[in-house]
């Protein structure tokens, strides 16, 4: 059941408090702050799939979430019959979304902790231990990766990012706004220029948001005005976050990323990419990669007020792919890896073992 309350006194993007996930709206952001509470899986899933929680890390630990709330939902009286409700809830908070691969990850990660309990009591109270640590191990790694990150950026760079891959993205912190955050707590002084991103506006309305509540110096662009921005100087550096990363390099992030990476090396702008371990897939190739295909009115309407013909037709995906060779480093909680990504990534993955 939803449930909404208007103010919180924490700012994490995602809880678990008394037996409930309990997140941030991020459809109402930047104008409302509002907290939402769920007891229902399925109510969790549909927060994944209307945005209302959104980021790839952060819907890894929400999916998470969402199976410690089915565990404790299921009447089942014995190991078995509780994995499989646990399986069909997983199915279910799976399907939401396709592209960031945090969200397999993190329902991997509780039902391998269901298969190793020993009956259904053990099995609820670890996968909500499993499920909360999780959401705290979140901020510890971003914390590393801007501590990798920062040393990349100099005095007085400009840096430019696009979509959110904040706090917000995540549990708290951030993936690439991390290694700003990081970077200005290194003292060094710092500018960000923010694309809008359309169609969502995940730019204008969260990273905006963000940076500006933290007092860090924020310009916002129309997404069509990177060239402008990066041909007229005004870009140091580039950094993004992702949404999957392939053992080969290839980058999967929000839609645009790939053609503010192509203007960047036109313009012989670094560009960057930070992301946690979990954000990778070891296994799939760019063909096996299903990108999300979202509605058409994200396109045909602003603002709920129509911008386009009747019955037009629409493509409208949420992420693009951008090749390693325009891929100038990824930042990891593991160190940074560097091209050739296919040997980079291997020994950042090794060095955890
Ligand atoms: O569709 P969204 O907003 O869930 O997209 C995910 C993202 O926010 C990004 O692609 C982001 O830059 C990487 S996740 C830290």
Redo the contacts with the bound molecule.
Sequence with gaps: MRKQTKTHSSLRTVQWKNNAVVMIDQTKLPNKLVFVKYTDYKDVANAIKT?IV??????GVTGAFGLALAALQSKAKTKENLLEDLEKARKILFET?PT?VNLAWGLDKIMKVAKEGKDVTIIKESIIQAAKKMADDDIQTNIKMGKYGAVLFENNDTIMT?????AL??VGY???LGVIRATKENGKRIKVIATETRP?M?GSRLTAFELKHDGIDVSLIPDTAVGYAMSKGLVSKVI????RILRTGHVY??IG?YQIALIALQHKIPFYVA?PLS?FDLKSNPENVII?QRKASEVTEVAGKKTAPDDIGVINP??DMTPPELVTGIITEAGIAKPPYTESIKKLFESRL
């Excluded at 959104?54 to 819907?59: E, L």
């Excluded at 993004?240 to 949404?243: L, T």
């Design positions: 945005l959104r980021g790839a890390p952060a819907i979304r960031a696009h979509c959110n891959a904040g993205a995540t951030g993936t690439a969502v995940q993004v976050g992702a949404d992030n929000k990323t992301a954000t999300e949420a992420f």
